[in-house]
């Protein structure tokens, strides 16, 4: 049995819940660089995606998971919300024992015109904004109400926090506004 300290250092945390779904011996598959036969990939519970000690995300909540590529010891999968307007996609990294995402390349909100896609627009940049600023990503079983994954505190590198706080800041307010004008012209729709 390896010691909380080991588990600490090789970040054994970050993927455990998710080691329970795939299987010990998907997993030694995976880490060894290879697929399992794709009837062999777990079907996912719907995944929450969150900051430690936030309020959530409504946008990144409740949302469709499933796994759309295994290669290089790691598992990709796909999170869409209901309305399809937001999607990320999540690293499961079984061969470094990281959990891992792209707020630049693996997160995408549409707006579709609506007050809510303004709102789910904004809180989707919250999220990003406040992962930036050190944030503690979680990825929740949310049927379960079980995390499945954490990571550390994320540090970036080469930003000017204080700049990109503000730039985040402005979008987030430009995108509530958007979402207030909206509410008061009754386009609630994508039309």
């Not at 329970?20 to 697929?35: D, Q, W």
């Amino acid at each position: 049995m390896k010691s909380s300290q080991t588990i600490w250092e090789e970040h054994l945390y970050e993927l455990k819940g998710f080691y329970e779904i795939f299987g010990e011996g998907a997993v030694a598959t995976i880490k060894a660089g290879a697929s399992p036969e794709r009837n062999l990939w777990p079907l996912l519970p719907r995944l929450t995606v969150s900051l430690a000690r936030s309020e959530g995300f409504a946008p990144l909540t409740n949302l469709r998971s499933e796994v759309i590529a295994i290669a290089d010891g790691c598992a990709t999968v796909m999170c869409t919300s209901d309305d399809n307007l937001t999607e990320m996609v999540l690293r499961l990294n079984f061969a470094e024992e990281r959990l891992q995402i792209n707020v630049k390349d693996g997160l995408r909100t549409a707006d579709d015109g609506s007050e809510g896609a303004a709102r789910s627009y904004a809180s989707v940049m919250r999220f990003v904004r406040d992962y930036i600023l050190n944030g503690v990503l979680e990825v929740w079983d949310w049927d379960q109400r079980r995390l499945l994954g954490k990571c550390d505190v994320f540090i970036p590198l080469n930003v000017d926090l204080e700049a990109t706080k503000r730039a985040y800041d402005s979008i987030i307010r430009n995108f509530e506004n958007l979402a207030e004008v909206r509410s008061k012209s009754g386009n609630f729709g994508g039309d």
